[in-house]
C-alpha cells in the first residue's frame, strides 16, 4: 500500500512530501489511519543526523493516535473503528527478560517506530508522519479519552510515558516534594502527572516569563533557576528530580536540593553530554543520579488509562504537514507551548 508521508532524504536536507510503502496487514497486525502525530525533540535529532545511525529516507514521528482500519485474522485485542495510539516501540525479540516483564523499550532487540530494522521496504521503519501504519497488536494502545481530545492525547504517546515512567518507577506520590527541571513538551507533562499522583511539585525553569504558566499546569512552587536566593530556599529539600532538559547542563546546582537518599532521574536526552557532577555532590548524602527511557507497553497503556482518569492531556498547537520545517526551527528556540501536533489529513491536501 502506497500512503503519502512528509520526511527527509538527508540531515541537511528539509522535510519534504514523499510517498511510502505500508505492508499488508498479516495475522497479528493491526492497520491504523493516522488522525495526529506528535512532534518530539527526538524527530530533529534522528532526521537530522544528530544522533548516530540516521537511515535514509527518514520519516519521524512515534507519538501516533489514530483509528483502526483493519486487524489481522488473529487480533484479539483491537477491532476496526477503535481509536488507538502508537508510541516509540514497534517491534522486540518478545523472548528475553525484559519482553516477558513488559519492558519492551528496554530490549535488546526494540524496534523503534522510525529507524529501526525491519523486513518491510525500506529495510527501515517509517514513522507517524504519514496517513497510515501498519503495527503488531502487542505495539498497539487503546485511548479511552473523548475523541475530541485526540489529537492532545498524542504526544502522551512519547512525551506523556516518557515522564510516567520514572514517576511511577520511583513511587511519587502524596508527602514527596517532587521537582521539575525544564517546561517544555516532556516537563509540562510531568508537572501535570506528579501533581495528579499527589505530590508537591516545584517547577524550575531559566525562564521568569514561565513562572505563570508552570502554576496553571499545576506547579506548587516555581523556581527561576538563575536566581540564586530561589535556588537555595530548596536545598536539601526534595525528595525526587525529573530533568526533562535536553540540553548539557550543570547538575551539580540540582544535587543540592536533594534530600539525604534522593534521585534525580535523567529523561532529556541532549546531543552532545553533561559535564560530569561532582562526586562529593552524590557520595555525601546517598544521592543517586539514575536514567529512564519512555516505558514498556503495560505501563504505556496504565498512563493513558490514568490521563483518561484524570483529565489530562498536552498543551498542543496544531500544525499543517508542510510547516514541519517551520515547526522545528520553532521547537529549536524554544518557541511553543508545549508540543506540536501535525493534522495528518493535511497530508492529502
Not at 532526521?47 to 487480533?75: D, F, K, M, N, Q
Not at 496553571?216 to 525529573?242: P, Q, Y
Not at 504537514?321 to 495528518?344: H, P, Q, S, W
Amino acid at each position: 500500500m502506497t500512503v503519502k508521508a512528509f520526511g527527509a532524504y538527508a540531515g541537511d536536507k528539509p522535510l519534504e512530501p514523499m510517498d511510502i510503502s505500508r505492508r499488508s496487514v498479516g495475522p497479528h497486525d493491526v492497520g491504523i489511519e493516522i488522525a495526529f502525530c506528535g512532534v518530539c525533540h527526538s524527530d530533529i535529532h534522528q532526521v537530522r543526523a544528530e544522533w548516530a545511525g540516521t537511515l535514509y529516507p527518514c520519516v519521524p514521528g512515534h507519538e501516533i493516535v489514530g483509528r483502526v482500519s483493519a486487524v489481522g485474522a488473529h487480533v484479539t485485542s483491537h477491532k476496526v473503528g477503535d481509536l488507538v495510539g502508537v508510541g516509540c516501540i514497534v517491534d522486540s525479540c518478545k523472548r528475553c527478560d525484559d519482553c516477558s516483564d513488559g519492558l519492551e523499550n528496554y530490549c535488546d532487540h526494540m524496534v523503534g517506530t522510525y529507524n529501526g530494522p525491519t523486513p518491510d521496504a525500506p529495510g527501515h521503519t517509517l514513522g507517524g508522519y504519514s496517513q497510515r501504519i501498519v503495527v503488531h497488536e502487542r505495539y498497539v494502545l487503546r485511548v479511552s479519552h473523548p475523541e475530541e481530545q485526540l489529537a492532545a492525547v498524542a504526544p502522551l504517546l512519547c512525551a506523556g510515558i516518557t515522564t510516567y515512567s520514572p514517576l511511577r518507577h520511583w513511587n511519587v506520590g502524596p508527602g514527596h516534594k517532587v521537582g521539575v527541571v525544564g517546561i517544555g513538551g516532556l516537563g509540562h507533562m510531568g508537572i501535570k502527572l506528579a501533581n495528579a499522583m499527589g505530590a508537591h511539585v516545584v517547577a524550575f525553569t531559566t525562564s521568569e516569563s514561565k513562572r505563570q504558566a508552570a502554576k496553571a499546569l499545576g506547579a506548587h512552587d516555581v523556581v527561576v533557576s538563575r536566581n540564586e536566593d530561589e535556588m537555595a530556599a530548596h536545598t536539601k529539600s526534595l525528595d525526587f528530580i525529573l530533568n526533562t532538559v535536553a540540553a548539557p547542563h550543570d547538575l551539580d546546582a540540582l544535587f543540592a536540593l536533594l534530600k539525604r537518599d534522593g534521585t534525580m532521574t535523567l529523561v532529556g536526552a541532549p546531543a552532545t553530554p553533561h559535564p560530569s557532577p561532582e562526586v562529593f555532590s552524590l557520595i555525601m548524602k546517598r544521592r543517586s543520579l539514575a536514567g529512564s527511557m519512555i516505558g514498556g507497553i503495560p505501563e504505556t497503556q496504565e498512563m493513558l488509562d490514568f490521563c483518561a482518569e484524570h483529565g489530562i492531556v498536552a498543551d498542543i498547537e496544531m500544525i499543517r504537514a508542510d510547516g514541519i520545517n517551520e515547526a522545528y526551527e520553532r521547537m529549536l528556540k524554544g518557541d511553543v507551548k508545549y508540543r506540536f501536533v501535525i493534522d495528518t489529513a493535511s497530508l492529502a491536501a
